[in-house]
């Protein structure tokens, strides 16, 4: 059974960092595109970055700058480096792991940015 396990959310100040983590399991190896995805009360889910197997990223203008992602195919964990955060950062954040056949979220971990 495939699962996704975030980690890494909590408070922070504006201008601050935080590092999520998402650990995929139930998989032989993580060949697929990945993501880090975020929702904030009443919006909708946004992508914020994504990885394709190798070095290949596309991020969420929002974030272009301030944000890297990278992965581990040989520990199949995907990472988001979050820097230079701002209040609207503030949202869930779900990893996610798409492969031809199905989509797999995480449950999501909260990150808040505020004073």
């Known amino acids: 059974q495939v699962q996704l396990v975030e980690s890494g959310g909590g408070l922070v100040q504006p201008g601050g960092s935080l590092r999520l983590s998402c650990t995929l399991s139930?998989?032989?190896?993580?060949?697929?595109?990945m993501g880090w995805y975020r929702q904030a009360p009443g919006k909708e889910r946004e992508l914020v970055a994504r990885?394709?197997?190798?070095?290949?990223?596309t991020y969420a203008d929002s974030v272009k700058g301030r944000f890297t992602i990278s992965r581990d195919n040989a520990k199949n964990t995907l990472y988001l480096q979050m820097n230079s955060l701002k209040p609207e950062d503030t949202a869930v954040y779900y990893c996610?792991?798409?492969?031809?056949?199905?989509?797999?979220w995480g449950q999501g971990t909260q990150v808040t940015v505020s004073s």
């Open positions: 996610n792991y798409r492969t031809p056949w199905n989509n797999y």
């Open positions: 139930g998989v032989g190896s993580s060949i697929y595109p």
């Open positions: 990885i394709i197997s190798g070095s290949s990223t």
